[in-house]
């Protein structure tokens, strides 16, 4: 993840609470596991004190990196679920985790001294820093360092003056050159276009460009989907202000990739060579036509109006870029830059490697330009990295062009490179032929796309295999014509592999399958989701087959002729009743429910009614109910009528001395149909109009009462029995006059 300028001088910002607890985080590791380079670290230290300053790029100590690597590293293409992309996001966010906690570990030694964050990365164990010597010699003793790498400008690979054919051949008479292979020749020299005719376009992947940007308004991007970024320090390596389309070292989302002014050499560098992977307007077609870009602009601008990447900003592309393969289907990565070093050995304790490699293990390739100059023993770097395709520039004749960088080992393949016409950048229909490996590469970058068409889960070494036991040998006059490496024919590749494995899909009754049932092709490791697909009241209850699994969705992966069956069952079945007086929750009526499911029902009584018990598969009087759903079942709710008591009432007049009273008796029994019903109190009301007011509330055991100081006025009653659940009976109604 890239951080946000951090200027540290003198006193602690980074509080010793965070220290403490980093400090104790981690183990101590001894300085031999470091093995760090005394020559390189002196030279460091050398540049740190005469410029005050040095940029590096740390290797980090990170704990359990190769586990947490090999996590993420699981998830290949774009989330086929929510399940899979929560999943994906918890390995990548726990790998994110370790590099920073390990990352500020280190900051937290730096306290009291200078230094600059540029960018703390994502998917790879190291950070880039600017640092002062006594932050540089901090940085060495500190035991979570495992290496220091400084961060230096790289030139983009610019294309070459036409000025001879193949290498060795003094004119382009005698290279057989005179027919030079146009964008329209040269994919069909690779295969291409046969490629298209099987219906193998790249439709659905995406080609990413580090480069300098993209002209995406140009018309042979027409219909294209683009995906954009930029990491650009600017001239002074250091992170915050930088070289982005919004003045910022670092830029994500539509626009950041434009490119810079036509004042820069270069400019339109990765205009041209997007179109060579993928363009497509017209009669002309890059290889890949129907794949879309991932354009990533990677390039500072520098004095004399040159272009040039900083290391920790093209390691920082490649990190974004592994960080999307969850939300894009990324076939390869093309890069079109080089160092003056000549290179006859791998280059792999580059910092860039371990971006690769990343790549690489979720089947991305990164394909690199080996560079134009012309050397007979070496590549450039980073095309000397042993993990990534390094690709040289062909003629149409299959002669080496006569600028390509060669050497027996790391050139993995040939791609034609000479006179290669493509966009660029001067308006949307401007056109150019170039020469350069960096016109040859996007031929192997689209190719690669072309492949992943044809087999999504083919890896770097599938496809790197194929093109080179397919491909047209391309000698060198560099060991007197006797090494063949071979120039890609992408249509043969694709032939190599098997043309598919069968899946059977069958299902019982109850239910059907997506895909439906029946017998299909699929190419070699594909992963192909199944879902099984329950009738009406019907459940889903396992595969059996080539998989046994209680699953749904089941996942099959086609490595072998597979069989798979869906079996179904019709849903445990309940039945409920209920009894005159009362009905139930749910209502009455047949259910069909889940094998397990615990369902619960509730008797609701009518008025004047009880609920009395539960029979069939259940019993008791416990309301509500539950029942678990392990067979088909059924259920009852029987109710009683609560009766009135019978009930006679008399107005009685008593005399004293001073005063006459009228009294109303009320007196009942209970009725004999609530035999063995809970009748714990008895309630009187008094009616007035069509509403009763509770007059009095009693005890069972009492059958009469008086109603005092009533007058001579007609009153009348009723009385009702009350249950132990508080359930009213039907009143018994008394008229006293």
């Known amino acids: ?92 966010t726990a790998l994110k985790d370790a590099i920073e906690y390990t990352a500020w570990k280190v900051l937290a030694e730096l306290q009291g001294t200078n230094y600059d964050v540029n960018t703390i990365y994502r998917s790879i164990p190291f950070m880039a820093l600017r640092v002062s010597p006594y932050a540089l010699a901090l940085l060495e003793d500190s035991t979570t360092v495992l290496g220091l790498e400084e961060d230096i400008p790289i030139k983009l690979i610019e294309p070459v003056e036409e000025s001879g054919g193949e290498k060795g051949k003094t004119s382009l008479t005698d290279s057989g050159d005179l027919d030079r292979p146009s964008l329209d020749v040269s994919v069909d020299l690779i295969g291409a276009k046969t490629a298209w005719g099987w219906g193998y376009t790249g439709a659905g992947w995406y080609v990413a460009v580090l480069d300098t940007g993209i002209r995406k308004t140009h018309q042979f991007f027409t219909g294209k989907t683009f995906v954009e970024a930029c990491f650009a320090l600017g001239s002074d390596g250091v992170g915050g202000a930088g070289d982005c389309p919004n003045g910022n070292a670092t830029m994500t989302g539509p626009g950041s990739a434009v490119h810079h002014s036509s004042s820069y050499s270069g400019y339109d560098h990765g205009t041209h060579v997007s179109g060579i992977a993928t363009g497509n307007y017209g009669s002309l077609a890059g290889v890949a036509k129907n794949a879309n870009i991932l354009a990533i602009q ?46 006859s050995y791998s280059c792999d304790s580059d910092s860039r490697k371990a971006a690769i490699d990343n790549l690489r293990s979720v089947g991305i390739a990164t394909a690199i330009a080996t560079g134009n100059n012309g050397w007979c023993t070496g590549v450039s770097s980073p095309g000397c990295i042993s993990s990534s395709v390094s690709v040289g520039a062909s003629t149409d004749s299959d002669g080496e062009a006569y600028f390509n960088n060669w050497h027996a080992t790391l050139l993995k393949l040939f791609a034609p490179g000479y006179q290669i016409y493509s966009s660029t950048g001067t308006s949307d229909s401007s056109y150019a032929s170039w020469n350069g490996t960096s016109m040859a590469t996007p031929h192997v970058a689209g190719a690669w796309a072309l492949l992943k068409h044809r087999l999504s889960s083919g890896s770097v070494t599938d496809f790197l295999n194929a093109l080179r036991t397919t491909g047209v040998s391309v000698y060198s006059v560099c060991d007197g014509y006797a090494t063949g490496i071979p120039r890609i024919r992408v249509d043969r590749a694709i032939q190599s592999f098997p043309t598919g494995y069968a899946l059977t899909i069958q299902s019982s009754q109850y239910g059907t399958t997506n895909p439906t049932p029946g017998t299909y092709t699929y190419d070699q490791g594909t992963q192909v989701q199944v879902t099984a697909v329950p009738d009406t009241n019907c459940e889903f209850v396992n595969w059996t087959g080539s998989i046994s699994s209680t699953q749904n969705p089941v996942t099959v992966t086609m490595n072998s002729d597979q069989t798979i069956k869906a079996n179904f069952r019709v849903k445990p ?70 009766y009135p008591p019978i009930a006679t009432g008399r107005k009685v007049l008593n005399r004293t001395f001073s005063q006459a009273e009228y009294i109303n008796i009320l007196s009942w029994t209970a009725h004999p149909s609530n035999a063995g019903l809970d009748i714990t109190k008895y309630r009187i009301y008094i009616i007035s109009g069509t509403t009763p007011s509770l007059l009095v509330e009693l005890a069972s055991s009492q059958l009469e009462y008086s109603h005092r100081n009533v007058g001579q006025a007609t009153i009348q009653y009723t009385i009702v029995a009350v249950t132990s659940s508080n359930r009213e009976g039907a009143p018994a109604t008394v008229t006293i006059q």
């Open 573 to 642: 079945k309940l039945t409920i009743q209920a009894g005159a007086g009362g009905t139930t929750t749910p209502s009455p009526g047949v259910y069909y429910y889940a094998t397990g499911t615990v369902v619960q029902v509730t008797a609701i009584p009518d008025t004047y009614f009880i609920f009395n018990m539960w029979s069939e598969s259940a019993s008791g009087s416990a309301n509500p109910v539950s029942l678990t759903m392990d067979s088909d079942k059924s259920l009852y709710a029987h109710f009683r009528y609560i």
């Open 298 to 343: 990677v390039f500072s601008k520098f004095s004399g109006n040159a272009l040039s990447s900083w290391n920790s900003d093209t390691l920082a592309g490649l990190d974004y870029i592994y960080s999307l393969r969850g939300s894009y289907n990324i076939a390869a990565v093309n890069m079109s830059l080089g160092g003056s070093t000549r290179y």
């Open 1 to 92: 993840m890239r951080k946000p300028l951090m200027k540290v001088r003198g006193s602690a910002i980074i509080s010793c609470l965070i220290l403490t607890v980093l400090l104790t985080a981690f183990p101590i590791h001894s300085i031999a596991q470091n093995q760090k380079d005394r020559a390189n670290f002196d030279q460091l230290t050398q540049i740190a004190w005469s410029e005050g300053t040095v940029r590096v790029i740390v290797r980090l100590d990170v704990p359990l990196i190769k586990e947490l690597t090999a996590a993420s590293a699981k998830f290949w293409v774009a989330d086929a679920s929510e399940a899979i992309r929560v999943a994906r996001t918890a390995a990548d």
